[in-house]
């Protein structure tokens, strides 16, 4: 099951750097010794078993957008699942950016009327933090305006904070096809194990696909934090040739076990009890793994 996804915005906007920490395993500072997209990169990036992420990396040059637009419109902007444009919060043209970004629009109204579309305003870190709020809100209102009559759905992002799994996560979570029914029964699963919360994360690039929880919690981004964390735990496993597993985190008000839970995927388990045994909990998700490897199946 291929999903076409199109990452488009101008020359050093970001989007190679980021394709390249959630996809290839590279940490922010390694993303300066990346160099500029020639024209368009593609890359097929298995998820979850049988979907496969049909990546477009397009080049932001000038002349290679104007080439999109005049001579490969066809090939480039048909049959997408998913665009995602990138803006730089500092570029010193807006009003070049927002031209591209509205004959991305055009092709993508006349070749794949029925694609999501996502706008990062991208390198949130380099303003001033007070500043933060009022800029990207100003931003993402324009862009709305200038999007109608279609939808669209803004993040703001940096390579350096959890932001930029929340927007990823938000991003694959609606190309899976069975999505609903998974978290029904995470659901179920979380009620079962009288936890506090359920997470699942997809098994390589540890991104959110589902949660459920029984209690409510003050912060929103918790997953994508746990996200950066055990990802750049996992890769520090990796380079000193060891592989992660499962990881049991005791707190003084709460114990949070993470342990794989299908073939693509890790659950994280998290108790209000610091006390609660490991065996317990571990031989919860050992019996929910069958049931979970038949619904990855059933896509």
Known sequence: ?????????????????????????????????????????????KFL?????NLWDCGGQEA?????????????????EVLIYVFDVE?????SDLHYY???????????QDARIFCLIHKMDLLPEHQRDQIYNERLKELRKRSEPLQIQGFRTSIWDETLYAAWSQIVHCLIPNIRMLETNLDRFCRTCEADEVVLFERTTFLVIANAA??????L???EKISN?????NLGCSRSQTRFRSMEIRGSTFTAFIDVLTNNTYAMVVMSDPNIQSAATLLNIAAAKKHFVKLEATR
């Not at 980021?18 to 996809?23: D, E, G, Y």
């Not at 078993?49 to 992420?53: T, Y």
């Open 64 to 80: 290679f957008m104007e080439n999109y637009f005049a001579s490969q419109k066809d090939r480039i902007f048909k049959n997408v």
């Open 1 to 45: 099951m291929k999903k076409k996804v199109l990452l488009m915005g101008k020359s050093g906007s970001g989007k190679t750097s980021m394709r390249s920490i959630i996809f290839s395993n590279y940490i922010a500072r390694d993303t300066r010794r990346l160099g500029a997209t020639i024209d368009v990169e593609h890359s097929n990036v």
């Open 214 to 219: 029984t209690i409510r919690h003050q912060d």
């Open 221 to 223: 981004h918790r997953f």
């Open 229 to 233: 964390i055990i990802k750049q735990f």
């Open 49 to 53: 078993g049988n979907l496969v992420l």
């Open 102 to 112: 509205q004959s991305c629009l055009d092709a993508i109204r006349t070749n794949s």
């Open 91 to 95: 570029s010193r043209d807006w009003g």
